[in-house]
């Protein structure tokens, strides 16, 4: 089955740590993202990689960075320099960045992070 | 400004009635899609419905329908003889232009009561 990896589900670091957090997908999708969502609140575009060694900051990238070495994963890192890392991180694809899709983008599961 | 903007925190439907979401969007981009995402509390996004901006009718999807105004910018999801298991938080959202990077509403917390 074609989907989208995240792990863990549940990620709890003491403040001052990076942490990072895995997204796999096996859709042969070209683009990837991250989304930030905080408790009763919309999603929050962080980063966004729209092909192989190259991604673009989305609204709230400070305190974040992203690498995307390879077309299937693209793992977030949470810095030290993120003032409030608790939140709900979610990664999805799209078939491309240009193309019309749908669908819009296909979802992972998400990590749940709180920093201590 | 808000690209996207939910007016309805919370929306409370008896079982088997239908509820009407509202979603109304900002963008000055003549090319544009609209989606609705539902959001259980397991915290997948689930995607529902799409609207493109030259698409002349309403889209459909089973229970799902998208009421979609253009001049008022409105695009809004009707959910017709609503489960309990539709109880869950449900988005709107916009792509604008030929990209597919989207832009989310702060969403609405739908109850359907038994």
């Known amino acids: 089955d074609g989907g989208i990896t995240q792990s863990p589900k549940y990620l709890f670091r003491k403040e001052g740590q990076n942490v990072t957090l895995s997204c796999e997908q096996n859709?042969?999708?070209?683009?990837m993202y991250w989304y930030r969502q905080d408790p009763g609140q919309g999603l929050r575009l962080i980063y966004y990689?729209?092909?192989?060694?190259?991604?673009q900051k989305g609204d709230i990238a400070e305190g974040y960075s992203v690498s995307r070495e390879k077309k299937e994963s693209f793992p977030l890192t949470v810095t030290s320099a993120q003032k409030n890392p608790t939140a709900f991180y979610l990664c999805a694809s799209s078939i491309s960045a240009m193309e019309i899709a749908i669908e819009g983008n296909f979802f992972g599961p998400g990590t749940r992070l709180t920093v201590l | 400004a808000q690209k996207i903007t939910q007016t309805q925190p919370g929306m409370f439907v008896q079982e088997k009635e239908a509820v009407t979401l509202d979603c109304t969007y900002d963008t000055s981009d003549q090319s544009y899609g609209l989606f609705w995402y539902k959001q259980p509390s397991s915290g997948e996004m689930i995607f529902l419905i799409y609207?493109?901006?030259?698409?002349?009718q309403n889209a459909t999807e089973g229970r799902y329908s998208l009421n979609f105004q253009k001049a008022r910018k409105s695009a809004n999801l009707v959910i017709s003889a609503s489960q309990l298991g539709d109880s869950a938080m449900y988005f709107c959202?916009?792509?604008?232009?030929?990209?597919?990077?989207?832009?989310f509403g702060e969403g609405t917390q739908l109850t359907v009561n038994p």
């Open positions: 990689s729209q092909i192989v060694n190259d991604f």
């Open positions: 859709l042969n999708h070209d683009a």
């Open positions: 609207q493109g901006s030259y698409d002349e």
């Open positions: 959202a916009m792509r604008e232009g030929s990209g597919s990077r989207l832009t």
